[in-house]
């Protein structure tokens, strides 16, 4: 499965946009992008994925770059409950899913 | 409809000690798993299986066992607990599409 490298924190005001890079440049034709998040000490919780086309659902929006070797997670308009670790998994949708340090969020009032 | 559901939610160990940290799942899946979470890290895959009756190692499995007991039921065993062991342990089943997650073990051996 594919590496990917995302940016340890950032922040976000309340009410904006959160938008979340990952970068996966050795991706292979068929593997998927996952997003997971975990809030506090509680077990991660499945938000996306996506294979080439931009998706979105209830909580969020997965854009991925047309040569698919980085994608970025929005969150439209960011709570103070949206803050959490989020983590950007590639595979090809097999049983070995591997967790990175992901990047954490910070959402200030 | 519960989900994952582990036991027991918090441990203390000695070293030398066993213990089995259970799993169940209600979801009919094929594939669990088991990861472990250090403090300020993400998780890492100890072991996993992809369908009754199969077991594989992930990243990390070197001190523990497991067992697929049936569709349901996936344990993960430590045989002779080590304070290196001290961890978050969460077990998870997978859809086609998406892991769910229990809430966590939180071990602490001594």
Redesign the interface.
């Known amino acids: 499965d594919a590496k990917t490298t995302q940016p340890t924190s950032m922040d976000c005001a309340e009410g904006r946009a959160a938008n979340l890079p990952c970068n996966h440049s050795t991706i292979s034709g068929n593997e998927y992008v996952?997003w997971?998040r975990q809030i506090h000490?509680?077990?991660?919780?499945?938000i996306i994925?996506g294979l080439k086309n931009n998706e979105t659902n209830e909580m969020a929006s997965l854009i991925i770059t047309e040569d698919r070797k980085s994608s970025t997670l929005i969150l439209p308009h960011a709570t103070l409950r949206d803050t959490a670790?989020y983590?950007c998994i590639v595979n090809t949708?097999g049983?070995?899913?591997?967790?990175?340090?992901?990047t954490r969020l910070f959402v200030k009032a | 409809n519960a989900g994952?559901t582990q036991t027991p939610k918090f441990q203390v160990l000695k070293t030398g000690q066993s213990m089995t940290l259970q799993c169940a799942q209600d979801m009919n899946h094929n594939?669990m798993?088991w990861?472990r979470q250090d403090p300020g890290?993400?998780?890492?895959?100890i072991y996993?299986s992809?369908s009754e009756g199969t077991t594989?190692k992930?990243?990390v499995p070197n001190g523990y066992n497991v067992s697929r007991l049936n569709k349901r039921e996936f344990s993960l065993r430590l045989e002779s607990a080590a304070p290196s062991q001290t961890s978050?342990y969460?077990c998870?089943s997978?859809s086609?599409?998406?892991?769910?997650?229990?809430?966590?073990t939180r071990l602490t051996v001594v």
């Open positions: 996952y997971y000490s509680q077990g991660p919780q499945y994925h670790v983590y949708g049983f070995k899913t591997i967790f990175g340090a992901g | 994952v594939s798993y990861y890290m993400g998780l890492r895959l996993y992809a594989d992930g990243e978050v969460f998870a997978r086609l599409t998406e892991a769910f997650f229990g809430q966590g």
